[in-house]
């Protein structure tokens, strides 16, 4: 079956403009994560989706950045104008619920390169 | 707020030694302990989960072991292989909600010497 996919693989753009990362997660899943992997921070959570409820946005680093789940399936992660320091590479997960037993899918992630 | 520490940052040895990689965690108040392997450009493969309950689990020549009133685990590797160059990363996740988030540590990049 298939697994989670992220698309673009690969981003490049400049500073001050606004990009988008998709996250397809597994058919069924209703859990949704984001993390970010930045070069010499590790992996930090973003923020979390399950089901209906109101998104957990803790992770999130600044308003730049936002995330929507539509129709509890595909996932955009938006982040606007932005900065050098948001490059890194960009992870989605996701699990059949969102509870702590449940273990995550992790797609192949999206690169991001902000000039 | 829960911190995951990996040390070393780097490790390289020679083919067919056994090895031992470590984690370390502040919040004992785990639900779960995961090892997740990553190679270059690619997303994070898991090899083993611990539930809070378990002291170990084992799969082929990995063994993870979790004691979690200390807060440690330790993931060990027999007889290395080329093949098991990657970074290694830890991580702890809580029981509900977003607690459920895992947390990282920063990896281990393991480079096994033919």
């Known amino acids: 079956g298939a697994g989670v996919s992220q698309s673009p693989s690969n981003k490049v753009t400049e500073k001050g403009k606004d990009v988008e990362l998709r996250c397809d997660p597994i058919?069924?899943?209703?859990?949704l994560y984001w993390y970010r992997q930045s070069l010499g921070q590790g992996l930090e959570f973003l923020i979390y989706f399950q089901g209906n409820s109101a998104p957990d946005k803790s992770g999130l680093p600044s308003d730049r950045f936002s995330a929507e789940r539509t129709g509890g399936s595909v996932s955009t992660l938006t982040i606007q104008r932005t900065q050098q320091e948001d490059s890194a590479v960009y992870l989605c997960?996701?699990?059949?619920?969102?509870?702590?037993?449940?273990?995550?899918?992790f797609g192949p992630g999206t690169r991001l390169t902000v000039l | 707020k829960q911190e995951v520490t990996q040390i070393p940052a780097a490790l390289s040895v020679p083919e067919g030694e056994n090895l031992v990689l470590n984690c370390s965690f502040t919040?004992?108040?785990?639900?779960?302990l995961q090892w997740f392997r990553q190679d270059p450009g690619k997303g994070l493969t898991s090899l083993l989960l611990?539930?809070?309950?378990?002291r170990e689990q084992t799969s082929g020549r990995l063994n993870a072991s979790l004691d979690k009133s200390s807060g440690r685990s330790t993931l060990y590797i027999a007889a290395s292989q080329p093949g098991d160059s990657a970074t290694y990363l830890c991580?702890?996740?809580?029981?509900?909600?977003?607690?459920?988030?895992?947390?990282f540590g920063k990896g281990i990049t393991l480079s096994v010497r033919p």
């Open positions: 997960a996701s699990s059949p619920g969102g509870g702590g037993g449940y273990t995550q899918y």
């Open positions: 991580a702890v996740r809580g029981r509900t909600g977003a607690n459920s988030k895992l947390t």
């Open positions: 058919s069924g899943h209703t859990a």
């Open positions: 611990i539930q809070s309950s378990q």
């Open positions: 919040d004992s108040a785990i639900y779960n």
